[in-house]
């Protein structure tokens, strides 16, 4: 028969095969793949998507919020902009904060000899006899092979990255709850806990371990003592994290009692405590000192009456505070909608912690812990199977993505070449070596002006 003449079953028996053969083709394709790449990015938009966070992971970023639930960009891509972020930072030398903490610790490292003993025993406190083990010898670790400390960066980033990818995605892509309420969770977790939180190497990145291995621990039963290890490993990132984890096994050992305390007592203590960071700093500090100690290094608080630079200032504990006031209001207001009534025991313990770490918001790190349990707090109510719909759009809805922006342009740059995260991996290592962080041209605006 000639070509084009075949019978209708002949034409469809024939197509069927050439499908056949060509899924064979792009199976041993997506194969070799495999070995290379993460996840499966055989599809068209995943493929230039790929392309788009080699040429500039800034946009790859971007692009995220505008993805659909037939769209669903892997971690990957979060983590690949977070990496790439962490490897573009740049500081002065009259720099200031963690981040140039950590790199004077590096240079350190790559101008003197220093072996793995003199770094474990004298090396790896720093002010107020804070242990700072994961930093130190990571950056000790690298120092050995190169001396370039865009790659400790990068790597820190990346460790980072590679647990906050997870959280963003849980929230980002729960199916339960429509778009506008997706985004208000994201916002408000990445207001909590924003991108460029990594500089805080130890503390956040701590943070984030905790929260991913709740996760594991609350979503995958089968792997309890897995989960469990994985919260009981954040110590080594931060020496605050040994009492959070001992605390928060605690309560899990005492569920029982906590399903009995009634959710409005719970929202009532949680209420009460948010307003301590109101309270005169001589009054805080009592009643810290009562708990740790008069002598303990902690016991510089901080409330709206006295804050620092080492909180952010006034204006930033302002939009903390209040955005963080009225978002649990929302939660409260609308728990049965959101599906928290009921025995929800992880829920329950997420408000005790809350509770409990509240009153010692005058205290900088505490700050910090109450920022993660807010975290997991969203996190948790994003992966709740069953709740009531529809939820009404809030004026939170609108300025939570706000405040986000303006967090993003006050402090996530800070110590960040633009010209190299524009350009992209391509070029950033060309150009880093005479780039200029965002912070450094904010100063010589101001000098100028």
């Not at 990445?190 to 905790?210: E, K, L, N, R």
């Not at 070449?417 to 605006?445: C, H, K, Q, R």
């Amino acid at each position: 028969m000639a070509y084009g003449q075949e019978t209708p079953k002949e034409y469809k028996r024939s197509i069927t095969n050439l499908s056949i053969e060509l899924d064979i083709h792009i199976r041993d394709i997506g194969a070799i793949l495999s070995l290379i790449m993460p996840y499966n990015l055989l599809s068209k938009a995943l493929w230039n998507h790929l392309i788009a966070s080699i040429l500039s992971p800034l946009g790859s970023f971007l692009s995220l919020f505008v993805a659909t639930d037939k769209i669903r960009f892997p971690k990957f891509f979060i983590w690949i902009f977070i990496t790439f972020f962490g490897y573009c930072s740049i500081v002065l030398p009259s720099g200031s904060g963690d981040i140039v903490r950590y790199i004077e610790f590096f240079k350190r490292c790559t101008e003197q000899e220093m072996d793995f003993h003199e770094l474990w025993f004298s090396q790896i406190y720093y002010d107020g006899g804070n242990i700072e083990g994961y930093s130190r010898i990571l950056s000790w670790i690298v120092a050995q092979i190169t001396s370039d400390y865009h790659i400790m960066t990068m790597l820190f980033a990346s460790v980072f990255g590679f647990f906050y990818a997870q959280i963003l995605y849980q929230i980002l892509y729960t199916e339960t709850l429509a778009w506008k309420d997706r985004l208000l969770l994201l916002f408000m977790a990445m207001t909590q806990i924003g991108f460029w939180s990594w500089q805080t190497v130890d503390f956040y990145t701590a943070a984030v371990v905790f929260i991913y291995g709740t996760i594991m621990l609350y979503n995958n039963r089968n792997k309890r003592l897995f989960s469990i290890l994985i919260i009981a490993s954040t110590p080594f990132f931060h020496a605050s994290f040994l009492y959070i984890t001992i605390g928060w096994l605690l309560l899990l050992l005492l569920q029982n009692i906590t399903q009995k305390i009634p959710l409005e007592i719970l929202w009532a203590l949680v209420f009460l405590s948010i307003l301590f960071i109101l309270l005169p700093p001589t009054a805080l500090t009592g009643i810290v000192s009562i708990v740790m100690g008069e002598d303990n290094y902690y016991t510089r608080t901080y409330t709206f009456m006295n804050e620092s630079s080492e909180t952010g200032g006034i204006f930033y504990t302002s939009i903390i505070f209040f955005l963080r006031f009225f978002f649990l209001i929302w939660v409260a207001a609308n728990q049965r909608k959101l599906g928290l009534f009921g025995k929800q025991t992880t829920y329950r313990l997420i408000l005790l912690s809350i509770f409990a770490v509240n009153i010692f918001s005058g205290i900088p790190t505490a700050r910090r812990i109450v920022s993660m349990f807010m975290v997991l707090l969203i996190v948790y109510i994003a992966m709740i199977k069953k709740r009531e719909q529809p939820l009404k759009a809030t004026p939170l809805h609108i300025l939570t993505p706000i405040i986000f922006l303006y967090l993003t342009l006050t402090y996530a740059f800070h110590y960040t070449d633009m010209l190299s995260l524009i350009t992209g991996p391509l070029f950033a290592p060309f150009i880093i070596g005479n780039g200029v962080p965002m912070g450094g041209l904010y100063e010589w605006f101001i000098q100028k002006g």
